[in-house]
């Protein structure tokens, strides 16, 4: 949670925006004959909140009920509910949690009837504690507190989650973690972290990666990031990985990383959306079969993270 002005309301929004990357529907010739819709960030609350106003805080964290607005407006004006449409729902950093959560709703309940498929950039939260040197309270107790604060809210006939993480049992918050609602999604998806997650190790350290010790601690991130994607590919279900060991957040809006930066096999994030797409969602590749285009690297923070293939994205780390 945040209460920058940015992340609280859209009355300082400006009236248009300029969005690359995957937005960038000019360059990217399978997504020319598509409709995109950008749904900027205003609730502070991962796009689940079920709140309302908070006097305290002063503002509102209906992320939830913004969701599903959206949808309902966009059902009305594209009649998407529809065996001839597909949609790809989505989104960056929080957005990409906050899709984590509603992907499988939207598709079995929202849009029945439609293709749905995911598309998740970053909602990879590993269970990590913050090393002992730093003063960081970690994400998982950041979740803990925003989930008793915001009113998380899951959906019990979409998902498993709750039978598993019950509310009695303390647990509910690990609905909204990556680490534990991840494995759970049903609804098909394409998964994309860079394994060295600014934004995951940036949270649980006081400033950046310098010394020996922060280099440690970011390389057991990397790891439990890594073994997230282990985790869910053996699950069972289709699976379509996307992973760079560089130290960045989030790039599927940067044209740079996108659309240029690659795996060390050569395959970019654009690449992997395409496979993605022409499997229909299951997996990639004409047939559907699954795909992880993930780099593993285990030789340690600056050999990992600084490399030809990095150089651009760690310039835009967030």
């Given amino acids: 949670m945040s209460t920058s002005n940015n992340l609280t309301s859209s009355l300082n929004w400006a009236q248009n925006r300029s969005v690359g990357g995957f937005f960038d529907s000019t360059s990217i010739e399978f997504m020319k004959t598509a409709t995109h819709v950008y749904v900027p960030y205003c609730s502070s609350d991962g796009h689940m909140g079920n709140f309302g106003y908070n006097e305290n805080?002063?503002?509102?964290?209906?992320?939830?009920?913004?969701?599903?607005?959206?949808?309902?407006?966009?059902?009305?004006?594209?009649?998407?509910?529809?065996?001839?449409?597909?949609?790809?729902?989505?989104?960056?950093?929080?957005?990409?949690?906050?899709?984590?959560?509603?992907?499988?709703?939207?598709?079995?309940?929202?849009l029945p009837r439609a293709k749905v498929m995911g598309y998740l950039d970053s909602p990879m939260w590993v269970d990590v504690d913050p090393p002992s040197f730093s003063d960081k309270i970690g994400l998982k107790a950041q979740t803990v507190l925003n989930w008793n604060f915001a009113n998380f809210t899951t959906y019990d006939r979409d998902n498993n989650c709750n039978a598993v993480y019950n509310v009695a049992s303390g647990e509910n918050w690990k609905c909204f973690f990556g680490d534990y609602r991840l494995p759970l999604v049903r609804t098909s998806n394409l998964?994309?972290?860079?394994?060295?997650?600014?934004?995951?190790?940036?949270?649980?350290?006081?400033?950046?990666?310098?010394?020996?010790?922060?280099?440690?601690?970011?390389?057991?991130?990397?790891?439990?990031?890594?073994?997230?994607?282990?985790?869910?590919?053996?699950?069972?279900?289709?699976?379509?990985?996307?992973?760079?060991?560089?130290?960045?957040?989030?790039?599927?809006?940067?044209?740079?990383?996108?659309?240029?930066?690659?795996?060390?096999?050569?395959?970019?994030?654009?690449?992997?959306?395409?496979?993605?797409?022409?499997?229909?969602?299951?997996?990639?590749?004409?047939?559907?079969?699954?795909?992880?285009?993930?780099?593993?690297?285990?030789?340690?923070?600056?050999?990992?993270?600084?490399?030809?293939?990095?150089?651009?994205?760690?310039?835009?780390?967030?």
Wanted: proline share 1%; glycine share 12%; aromatic share 8%.
């Fill in 191 to 318: 998964l994309v972290s860079a394994s060295y997650d600014s934004f995951n190790i940036g949270e649980d350290l006081d400033g950046g990666v310098s010394n020996e010790d922060e280099k440690a601690f970011s390389d057991s991130v990397a790891g439990a990031i890594i073994g997230l994607f282990d985790k869910i590919q053996s699950n069972g279900r289709k699976y379509a990985f996307h992973s760079i060991c560089c130290f960045m957040h989030a790039g599927s809006v940067n044209k740079e990383v996108f659309s240029n930066i690659t795996t060390r096999e050569g395959v970019t994030q654009e690449m992997s959306l395409k496979r993605f797409l022409e499997g229909g969602g299951e997996g990639g590749g004409e047939d559907g079969d699954s795909f992880a285009n993930v780099d593993v690297c285990r030789s340690g923070f600056d050999s990992c993270t600084i490399s030809e293939e990095c150089d651009s994205s760690r310039r835009l780390q967030s």
């Fill in 57 to 110: 805080i002063n503002f509102t964290m209906n992320g939830k009920q913004i969701v599903e607005a959206v949808f309902h407006t966009l059902e009305e004006i594209f009649s998407l509910n529809d065996p001839n449409s597909t949609v790809l729902f989505g989104g960056t950093s929080a957005g990409a949690r906050g899709a984590m959560v509603h992907l499988d709703h939207v598709a079995s309940n929202l």
